[in-house]
């Protein structure tokens, strides 16, 4: 389950790739999908995850729009035990992806630019 994602980055827009990367209804049909007790306490915790990522976004001069075709999508990071989530979108504003995740990324910074 995500837990509350504390850092964000705004890096020059990403332009392809995006394709690779689930949609959050793909990620959510993925989550429902499954034959498990957690499915409700886990798409609490997607929907906490998501808002806060919002707001990290907005913290960092984003403007609440999204590039068409480029909303958010779900960028799973390995790590032990379980994977780590982030969500990534383009800047309908900016010619920028905001990237927001449970953990530091700190190659990010190294290209991180202004909102």
Do not use: N
């Amino acid at each position: 389950m995500p837990e509350t994602p504390h850092y964000a980055y705004v890096i020059p827009s990403m332009k392809f790739g995006w394709e690779h990367l689930p949609t959050v209804v793909e990620y959510l049909k993925s989550v429902t999908s499954r034959e498990d007790g957690e499915v409700p306490r886990e798409l609490r915790s997607f929907h906490a995850f998501y808002d806060a990522c919002m707001g990290l976004g907005l913290a960092k001069g984003w403007k609440g729009t999204f590039s068409a075709g480029y909303e958010p999508r779900i960028v799973i990071i390995p790590a032990s035990p379980q994977p780590r989530l982030a969500l990534a979108w383009r800047s309908g504003e900016a010619d920028a992806t905001i990237v927001a995740s449970e953990v530091p990324m700190p190659w990010l910074e190294e290209v991180a630019v202004a909102a």
